[in-house]
């Protein structure tokens, strides 16, 4: 089953009926909820449909149906009605997560659940919700454990994606380049477009939609620019027009047997990409490298090389420092600790002569 891969393919390029039809697939195979009602505006399908096209962003409603999906399967694996539960189910669902993903993931999914149930309550089609009482895995916001790449990993990875032996190599570098200097997320650089391209004072500029429907300028590096330019380049010429006759997404895929390619690239094609890229860098940990893998390199070796915590803030596009300062593996670092430049303070006062 596709559906939440439908849900997660949302785009502004697709027509609202569409990513409508789309969800409303979605939402009628999921488990547990009885028949669809089609003749009721305020069905538990429908409502439930809205409330996921309702979320700030295609990869938040993707992730909400999968956590809703897994409620919901546990629920018809047990025989529940999901709108009768009481809280004791649900402690037990967090018990039977916690022995499969990690506290963090645990809280993510309660926390949809629930938002899921707030969305019924409020539209009069569920007398309560059972996770609101739960206690909810407390998460450390200072440490994050997503794998990512060292300084030495990132410039041999950028290196393999330069050189990289498939017809796609142009793309290869232009795309990873992107990611990880710029610290995007992967719904940013599948949904931006080439009218998202431009210049400001200077710059090569890239303005991404970020959560909640912001949109921020960003200044491509020259190396990463120019590798972008060239991919463009390439792309116009095979398709035989002038580059500046390009529209459509930013990056679209290849043409592979019986697809002539030219479709927005997803995330799961991102994904495999960066695997085979750094399975060519010899990276140990390739197999453990996801689109968020590169997010989390830039926040952490732009700390490492001195960038400002607030810069690096700003570039990923956190609204809490507290997000931002999980990425700084170095900040219990003994020569950060502030006492050698306090005593070195003090000792300049005390050298002042007395007035």
Not at 149 to 164: P, Q, T, V, Y
Not at 170 to 180: D, Y
């Amino acid at each position: 089953m596709r559906t939440t891969t439908e849900i997660d393919a949302r785009s502004p390029a697709v027509p609202p009926n569409q990513r409508r039809a789309a969800l409303a697939r979605a939402v009628a195979a999921l488990p547990a909820l009885g028949a669809v009602d089609l003749a009721s505006p305020y069905g538990v399908h429908r409502l439930t449909a809205i409330w996921l096209e309702s979320r700030s962003s295609s990869a938040t409603s993707a992730a909400y149906h999968t956590d809703l999906n897994g409620w919901l399967t546990w629920c018809a694996v047990r025989r529940l009605d999901p709108l009768a539960v009481r809280r004791a189910d649900v402690d037990l669902y967090k018990v039977d997560m916690s022995t499969q993903f990690a506290t963090s993931t645990v809280a993510r999914k309660l926390s949809a659940v629930s938002s899921w149930y707030q969305y019924l309550i409020s539209n009069d089609a569920c007398d309560r919700n059972p996770v609101a009482a739960v206690d909810r895995p407390k998460v450390d916001r200072d440490v994050s454990r997503t794998v990512s790449l060292s300084r030495d990993e990132a410039g041999r990875f950028l290196a393999a994606a330069a050189g990289d032996d498939q017809p796609v190599r142009l793309r290869t570098a232009a795309l990873l380049g992107i990611m990880l200097t710029e610290g995007v997320r992967v719904s940013e650089i599948c949904n931006a477009d080439i009218a998202d391209l431009g210049y400001n004072r200077g710059w090569r500029t890239l303005t991404v939609t970020r959560k909640g429907g912001k949109r921020q300028a960003l200044p491509l590096a020259p190396p990463i620019a120019d590798a972008l330019d060239r991919y463009l380049s390439d792309r116009a010429t095979n398709s035989g027009i002038a580059p500046g006759q390009l529209a459509g997404p930013l990056f679209v895929t290849g043409p592979t047997g019986p697809h002539h390619g030219g479709r927005r690239l997803d995330r799961w094609a991102i994904t495999k990409l960066i695997r085979r890229i750094a399975r060519q860098a010899d990276i140990p940990s390739w197999s453990q490298l996801t689109p968020h893998s590169l997010r989390h390199s830039f926040a952490t070796l732009s700390l490492d090389a001195g960038a400002a915590l607030r810069d690096v803030q700003d570039a990923m596009g956190h609204a809490d420092p507290r997000t931002t300062r999980a990425y700084d593996r170095a900040r219990y670092s003994l020569d950060r600790h502030p006492a050698t430049r306090l005593v070195s303070f003090v000792a300049v006062r005390d050298a002042d002569p007395a007035p």
